[in-house]
């Protein structure tokens, strides 16, 4: 399978993906909050956070699934992205891991879709020209070790970010 095609970059709103599972970019809590986080709260409805509560939270850069209740995404996976503290405190590692651990989970759960947001280019201050060229590389990385996912999809919310993980996405394909 030609992976270039899995993957996509698509100016949109996460919570309207006809996908198998939305990945939310959460907060060690995993109770809610604003940004991506608000809107899929808002949109999946209260049992969301109810399922949540019961989770304990999430530490930074692991991932935790829950049912996606009134979204069309069938499941929800939280991560929590690193928050940018000039980027000597593991933050790319951090990043990594988040959208990795994502992926790992959306496997183990059969997930076949998945779209994902910019993962801690909002509240928490990644600059999205180094958060787009580390989330479109993991994701390549792991569909290079043999996926059952054939679509992925990176949902941008405005133009800015739009065009990072866009030409991120062509030239890390130019080289596979
Ligand atoms: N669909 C797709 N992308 C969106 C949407 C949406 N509906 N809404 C916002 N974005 P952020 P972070 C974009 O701040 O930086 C929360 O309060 C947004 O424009 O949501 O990881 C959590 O609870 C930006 O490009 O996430 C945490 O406390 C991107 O999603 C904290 O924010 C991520 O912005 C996490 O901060």
Redo the contacts with the bound molecule.
């Keep these: 399978m030609d992976i270039s095609g899995i993957i996509s970059v698509i100016m949109g709103?996460?919570?309207e993906q006809d996908v198998d599972a939305i990945v939310n970019?959460?907060?060690n809590s995993l109770l809610?909050?604003?940004?991506?986080?608000?809107?899929i709260h808002c949109a999946a409805g209260p049992q969301l956070l109810e399922e949540c509560r019961a989770l304990g939270g999430c530490p930074t850069g692991e991932a935790r699934i829950t049912k996606g209740y009134m979204l069309p995404a069938k499941w929800v996976i939280h991560t929590v992205?690193p928050v940018w503290k000039g980027g000597r405190f593991r933050e790319e590692q951090l990043l990594t891991d988040a959208y990795r651990n994502s992926l790992t989970l959306a496997e183990k759960y059969d997930v076949k879709s998945i779209a994902f947001?910019?993962?801690?280019?909002?509240?928490?201050g990644f600059p999205v020209e180094i958060a787009s060229g580390l989330a479109v590389g993991t994701i390549l990385e792991h569909l290079k070790t043999g996926s059952s996912l054939n679509d992925v999809r990176l949902?941008c919310?405005?133009e800015a970010?739009y065009i990072f993980y866009l030409n991120a996405l062509e030239q890390q394909v130019s080289l596979l």
């Excluded at 809610?32 to 809107?39: C, K, L, Q």
């Design positions: 709103d996460i919570v970019a959460a907060n809610g909050g604003g940004g991506v986080d608000g809107a992205g947001p910019g993962i801690s280019i909002g509240a928490y949902i919310f405005n970010s």
